[in-house]
Each structure stands twice: as C-alpha cells, then as structure tokens.
C-alpha cells in the first residue's frame, strides 16, 4: 500500500509528486512512533519549509498550497492505516520560514522540519528550551535573565515598575533602574518585551511603544553575519537566534543564548 514511499536514490531532483511521497514517508515513520495510543494526544502537527526561492515552486505544489486540507487528508490516511487514532479536530499547519526554529525533527536531504504538539499528556516530549538574556552593556538589576520556554511576555524597559497613564502598573522583569547608571535615562519604560511563539517554537521579540521612532530604538545585531536590524513596528516580532544581541538606545546591550 505504501510503495509510493520509495527513497530516491539517486541525484536527480524529486518533482513535485516525489518530493510529497518523502515528505510523507518522513511523517509516517515519526507518527508510527505514537503507537500505544498516544496518537489520540495529537492536536497539532506544524510542518515547516526552508528553501530557496528557485525551490518554492516545487515545495508549494508537492504541499497543496492551494489547497492545504488536501495535504493534511494524506496525513490523516496514513495515520487511519497504522490505527493511530488521532483526534478529530487535529491541525496541521504549513510555515515557510528563513531558519529552522529550535526543537524541530529534521530529515537530512528534505528541506523540512516537523514539530508536533499534544493535548492533554504530551505527544512527543517537547525540547525544554530555555533562554538566557546576558547584560554585556548596560546596568540591569541582573546580570542574566533566564527564560523558559512557554513563559509568558516578558518586559524589558527602564524600572522593574511603571504606573500607566491609566493607573495601571506595567511589571518589568528585565530592568534597568535609572540610579543604577546614567546612561539608563535613555531607555523607555516601556521599551520592548519577549514572547514565546508556540507556533513557531521560537522566542519573538518585540519593540514597544517606547522602543519605536521617533522614540528610542530597538535594534538586533544578527550573530549570523552581523547585520543589524531595527524594530520599527510594535506588531512584527523578530525570531532571536542564538548569539543574537539585543539592543535598546545604544547604551544596553543584551546577548541572547538558547539551550535544550
């Protein structure tokens, strides 16, 4: 039944139908590893895509872009086979992306990375990625800020507490209190926060009122090659990535690191 799960062997390119019979068979064989039961705990499978945008094409129509529920009924008749008994309702979701977030199951000649989520007791054990936040200029009231995985928004600005103009309290976690050192001034009470992106397993951050023109700024220096990339948006979050340093009014600077 599954002989359209034939490894290509040689070094021509898959076309589209070849590239989505290993793609499924890269699926099947993680799903048959939820046997006893456990299939019934899968509420998400998240599929993501890095290719070149001469491979776009290929990937889009080998995953039914058009028409995404087709893909996911692929999936769906190979779990029926095996009795997986996965849940109704079960999601599977389709993200082209730069980098591969952390945690993902890769497959080595697929372009693709494969994350599943449970509901209830978990499905396949999820990677316990932690960050950590390093003060390398600047005066925080820590030295490294620890962050696990699935915490909520975390509040980077100037002053662990700010009274809104509304009257209420916005909670810094990673703060840089005026006395501590002059420069602080320059930092916005509310200047920018880290958020965890279930989605995409990856931490996000996120410039805040304070942190955007025409006010101070925030900034990323990329560890990959250096670049420097200014959040000019408080509703497009920028994927960190290990070595990354965060930058707020070019007087603090904050390196960030991730574990598993």
């Given at each position: 039944?599954?002989?359209?799960?034939?490894?290509?062997?040689?070094?021509?390119?898959?076309?589209?139908?070849?590239?989505?019979?290993?793609?499924?068979?890269?699926?099947?064989?993680?799903?048959?590893?939820?046997?006893?039961?456990?299939?019934?705990?899968?509420?998400?499978?998240?599929?993501?895509?890095?290719?070149?945008?001469?491979?776009?094409?290929?990937?889009?129509?080998?995953?039914?872009?058009?028409?995404?529920?087709?893909?996911?009924?692929?999936?769906?008749?190979?779990?029926?086979?095996?009795?997986?008994?996965?849940?109704?309702?079960?999601?599977?979701?389709?993200?082209?992306?730069?980098?591969?977030?952390?945690?993902?199951?890769?497959?080595?000649?697929?372009?693709?990375?494969?994350?599943?989520?449970?509901?209830?007791?978990?499905?396949?054990?999820?990677?316990?990625?932690?960050?950590?936040?390093?003060?390398?200029?600047?005066?925080?009231?820590?030295?490294?800020?620890?962050?696990?995985?699935?915490?909520?928004?975390?509040?980077?600005?100037?002053?662990?507490?700010?009274?809104?103009?509304?009257?209420?309290?916005?909670?810094?976690?990673?703060?840089?209190?005026?006395?501590?050192?002059?420069?602080?001034?320059?930092?916005?009470?509310?200047?920018?926060?880290?958020?965890?992106?279930?989605?995409?397993?990856?931490?996000?951050?996120?410039?805040?009122?304070?942190?955007?023109?025409?006010?101070?700024?925030?900034?990323?220096?990329?560890?990959?090659?250096?670049?420097?990339?200014?959040?000019?948006?408080?509703?497009?979050?920028?994927?960190?990535?290990?070595?990354?340093?965060?930058?707020?009014?070019?007087?603090?600077?904050?390196?960030?690191t991730i574990s598993s």
């Amino acid at each position: 039944m599954f002989d359209f799960f034939k490894k290509n062997k040689g070094n021509t390119p898959l076309d589209a139908k070849g590239l989505r019979d290993e793609i499924l068979q890269f699926i099947k064989e993680e799903l048959q590893q939820l046997d006893g039961g456990e299939g019934k705990y899968l509420k998400a499978l998240t599929l993501f895509v890095r290719v070149k945008a001469e491979e776009l094409f290929s990937y889009e129509t080998a995953l039914y872009s058009a028409a995404p529920e087709k893909f996911q009924e692929e999936v769906q008749r190979i779990a029926d086979n095996f009795a997986l008994d996965l849940p109704e309702g079960w999601k599977l979701t389709v993200l082209y992306v730069d980098e591969f977030p952390e945690g993902v199951i890769l497959r080595a000649q697929l372009k693709v990375g494969l994350v599943l989520k449970g509901s209830g007791s978990p499905v396949v054990a999820e990677s316990a990625l932690t960050a950590s936040l390093k003060v390398i200029t600047g005066r925080a009231e820590q030295e490294v800020y620890v962050i696990e995985a699935g915490t909520g928004r975390v509040n980077i600005g100037r002053e662990s507490s700010v009274q809104g103009s509304d009257g209420s309290f916005r909670i810094n976690t990673i703060a840089f209190p005026a006395e501590a050192q002059e420069s602080n001034k320059y930092i916005s009470r509310q200047h920018a926060h880290l958020e965890w992106d279930q989605q995409q397993a990856c931490f996000k951050l996120y410039a805040d009122e304070g942190g955007v023109p025409p006010g101070n700024k925030t900034k990323v220096r990329a560890a990959k090659d250096e670049t420097t990339h200014k959040l000019n948006s408080t509703q497009i979050g920028y994927t960190l990535k290990q070595g990354d340093q965060v930058i707020l009014a070019d007087v603090a600077v904050l390196e960030f690191t991730i574990s598993s």
